[in-house]
C-alpha cells in the first residue's frame, strides 16, 4: 500500500520542493510555542478549545488575549519566535538545495503557521529573503500597539471557500494550495519530480495529488502524517521516511546526486 522511494534517488533537471513549516522545516510547532514561551495558561487554554474552535480563529483570539490582558509586546513575540528551536542539519541541505544548481530546485514554504512568524523566524535563522521561491500561509499582521492579527488564508466570510473533501481546516486547503501554486508556475510536466517534507495531518491532502513514480513524500514518522496514510491509503507517490532534520539533510543532498558513502546502496 505504501511505496518506499527508489534508492538513490533518479537523476532529474528540475524539481519542486515542498516544505511543511511546523515540526517539519522548524523543529517545533510556532502557534502552540509562543504561548509556551510566554504565557503557559494560554497554552493550556489553547489545549482545551482545540477540538471546539476552529485552530486559526483560537490562535488569532489567543494571540489578541496575549496582547491585551497578558500585556505581551510585539518585541517579546519576536524574541520567542527567535528562540524557536530550528535544526542547524536542516538550515544547512535547504542552504546547500538553494545554493547548487544541478538540478535546479524551486523551494516553495506550505504552511498553516502565519506570514509573521515566518518571516520573523526565517530572517533570524539565514532563510530569508530570497531562499524560497514562494510562502503560502495565513496572513498575520501587526497592530500600531504591538498586538499580532491573524486571519484565515481562506476568510471564513469569503464567497469561494475551498471544496477539499479529505478534512483540511476550512482555512486552506494545501492539496489546492500546491495545486494553484503548480499552475502558476508551469503545470506538473514543468517540474521532473516533487518532493514535499511533511509531519501533520493536514499534508496528507496535498500527498494524495502527487504522481507515482516521479514524486516523492519525506515523511516525519511517528506523527499525524504517517497516520493517514497507512489508515487512509491512496498516496501514489514514493515515500522516504524521517524521523531527525539530520535525515531529511540527507534526503536533500541525495535529491541533488550527493551520496552518503557506504549506506544502503
Ligand atoms: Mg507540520
Ligand atoms: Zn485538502
Given at each position: 500500500?505504501?511505496?518506499?522511494?527508489?534508492?538513490?534517488?533518479?537523476?532529474?533537471?528540475?524539481?519542486?520542493?515542498v516544505?511543511d513549516?511546523?515540526?517539519?522545516?522548524?523543529?517545533?510547532?510556532?502557534?502552540?510555542?509562543?504561548?509556551?514561551?510566554l504565557?503557559?495558561?494560554?497554552?493550556?487554554?489553547?489545549?482545551?478549545?482545540?477540538?471546539?474552535?476552529?485552530?486559526?480563529?483560537l490562535?488569532a483570539?489567543?494571540?489578541?488575549e496575549?496582547?491585551?490582558?497578558?500585556?505581551?509586546?510585539?518585541?517579546?513575540?519576536?524574541?520567542?519566535?527567535r528562540?524557536m528551536?530550528?535544526?542547524?542539519?536542516?538550515k544547512?541541505?535547504?542552504?546547500?538545495?538553494?545554493?547548487?544548481?544541478?538540478?535546479?530546485t524551486?523551494?516553495?514554504?506550505?504552511?498553516?503557521?502565519n506570514?509573521?512568524?515566518?518571516?520573523?523566524?526565517?530572517r533570524?535563522?539565514?532563510?530569508?529573503?530570497?531562499?524560497?521561491?514562494?510562502v503560502?500561509t495565513?496572513?498575520?499582521?501587526w497592530?500600531?500597539?504591538?498586538?499580532?492579527?491573524?486571519?484565515?488564508?481562506?476568510?471564513?466570510?469569503?464567497?469561494?471557500?475551498?471544496?477539499?473533501?479529505?478534512?483540511?481546516?476550512?482555512n486552506?486547503?494545501?492539496?489546492?494550495?500546491?495545486?494553484a501554486?503548480?499552475?502558476?508556475?508551469?503545470g506538473?510536466?514543468?517540474?521532473?519530480?516533487?518532493?514535499y517534507?511533511g509531519d501533520?495531518?493536514n499534508?496528507y491532502?496535498?500527498?494524495?495529488?502527487?504522481?507515482?513514480?516521479?514524486?516523492?513524500?519525506f515523511?516525519?514518522?511517528?506523527?499525524?502524517?504517517?497516520?493517514?496514510?497507512?489508515?487512509e491509503?491512496?498516496?501514489?507517490c514514493?515515500?522516504r521516511?524521517?524521523?531527525?532534520?539530520?535525515?531529511?539533510?540527507?534526503?536533500?543532498?541525495?535529491s541533488?546526486?550527493?551520496?552518503?558513502?557506504?549506506?544502503?546502496?
Amino acid at each position: 500500500m505504501v511505496t518506499e522511494a527508489a534508492y538513490p534517488l533518479p537523476p532529474v533537471k528540475k524539481q519542486l520542493i515542498v516544505f511543511d513549516f511546523d515540526w517539519s522545516l522548524a523543529d517545533q510547532d510556532s502557534d502552540r510555542w509562543v504561548h509556551e514561551a510566554l504565557c503557559p495558561r494560554l497554552r493550556r487554554k489553547m489545549k482545551s478549545l482545540k477540538s471546539s474552535v476552529q485552530f486559526t480563529d483560537l490562535c488569532a483570539q489567543l494571540l489578541v488575549e496575549l496582547h491585551e490582558v497578558e500585556g505581551k509586546s510585539r518585541e517579546e513575540i519576536e524574541e520567542a519566535m527567535r528562540a524557536m528551536p530550528f535544526h542547524p542539519a536542516m538550515k544547512r541541505g535547504v542552504k546547500n538545495l538553494k545554493q547548487h544548481s544541478s538540478p535546479a530546485t524551486t523551494l516553495f514554504l506550505l504552511s498553516n503557521s502565519n506570514t509573521i512568524y515566518i518571516d520573523t523566524i526565517l530572517r533570524h535563522q539565514g532563510l530569508a529573503p530570497g531562499v524560497f521561491d514562494e510562502v503560502v500561509t495565513n496572513p498575520a499582521s501587526w497592530s500600531t500597539e504591538g498586538c499580532l492579527q491573524l486571519s484565515r488564508r481562506v476568510p471564513a466570510d469569503a464567497a469561494k471557500q475551498h471544496g477539499c473533501t479529505v478534512g483540511c481546516s476550512p482555512n486552506m486547503c494545501k492539496g489546492e494550495e500546491l495545486e494553484a501554486f503548480l499552475a502558476r508556475h508551469g503545470g506538473f510536466e514543468a517540474f521532473d519530480r516533487i518532493m514535499y517534507v511533511g509531519d501533520g495531518g493536514n499534508d496528507y491532502c496535498p500527498l494524495l495529488r502527487m504522481r507515482e513514480g516521479k514524486d516523492v513524500a519525506f515523511v516525519r514518522r511517528f506523527r499525524g502524517l504517517e497516520k493517514r496514510i497507512k489508515e487512509e491509503g491512496g498516496v501514489k507517490c514514493g515515500i522516504r521516511w524521517w524521523a531527525g532534520a539530520w535525515e531529511v539533510e540527507t534526503l536533500m543532498d541525495e535529491s541533488r546526486g550527493v551520496l552518503t558513502d557506504g549506506e544502503k546502496a
